[in-house]
């Protein structure tokens, strides 16, 4: 095996998770030598024993570091609404900006939005 961390958040404590002090599911992925295999597995992490217990790890013992890599912690409902706001949001300004350079005369679109961006000032 190379000195890879294989995605571990702390290299001085692989098998532990990215905020190993709290309850919480996290992305693993099995590995074979160096290379992840198989599809992503959701795993939870008891913070209280420090231990993965599906992955039958006892309390200061992580053999789950040899045989999988971390990939993230799982999204929370929470967090996936925020991202999809702001994806909304994204996409609604992207879609103004479009409207501005579909025009008929898309130079003159874009002189206007210059002077308005400068305040009508040439140059």
Wanted: with cysteine; proline share 11%; aromatic share 10%.
């Amino acid at each position: 095996m190379s000195d890879t961390n294989n995605g571990w958040p702390n290299k001085d404590r692989p098998g532990v998770p990215l905020n190993p002090e709290r309850d919480g599911w996290h992305w693993l992925s099995a590995m074979y030598y160096d290379d992840p295999i198989g599809p992503p597995v959701a795993c939870f992490w008891e913070a209280k024993l420090e231990r993965w217990p599906r992955l039958q790890d006892k309390p200061g013992n992580y053999p789950v570091s040899r045989g999988f890599c971390y990939l993230s912690p799982v999204a929370t409902p929470a967090e996936i609404a925020a991202k999809d706001a702001r994806i909304a949001e994204l996409e609604a300004a992207l879609n103004d900006a479009k409207q501005h350079f579909v025009a008929d005369e898309p130079l003159k679109a874009f002189v206007e939005i210059c002077a308005a961006l400068t305040g009508g000032k040439d140059g």
